[in-house]
């Protein structure tokens, strides 16, 4: 692994769970770490939902942009985290990958949507650990 590794967050959409790791990862890691997520079918814009709910803890997901998912944001990858984006990434030999089994907070209110979001943060905090050790 390079000294500064390179972590792909990946949901369907890229609107939810995979800005809410990416943002966590992004202000845990500071600049240890590179961040970057997808989606295999992005949508137009970040869910407000999670938007409010990073911010209550000091994190701005708000300007973010859901991207698709390439192969290329695979490949440039150390590891690769899946969240319920099924089949659609592409595997790579020599990368980590895992998939957090996480709800999907699209549709849903704050309330459960901060439940999603300090699982992603416990998990982003393990990951970090682990990359960084």
């Not at 995979?18 to 240890?32: H, I, N, V, Y």
């Not at 985290?81 to 849903?108: H, N, S």
């Amino acid at each position: 692994m390079r000294n500064k590794p390179t972590v792909l967050f990946v949901c369907v959409h890229n609107a939810g769970r995979s800005q809410m790791a990416a943002g966590f990862m992004k202000a845990l890691g500071q600049d240890r770490v590179e961040v970057l997520s997808a989606g295999s079918a992005p949508k137009d814009s970040i869910n407000p939902v999670a938007i409010e709910a990073m911010a209550e803890l000091g994190i701005d997901i708000a300007n973010n942009v859901p991207k698709i998912l390439t192969p290329e944001a695979v490949q440039a990858s150390d590891a690769v985290i899946t969240m319920g984006c099924g089949d659609a990434c592409p595997f790579y030999p020599g990368k980590r990958y895992e998939d957090w089994v996480l709800e999907d907070p699209a549709g849903q209110g704050i309330e459960s949507v901060r439940v999603i979001r300090d699982e992603i943060k416990k998990r982003v905090e393990t990951l970090l650990a682990e990359l960084l050790a």
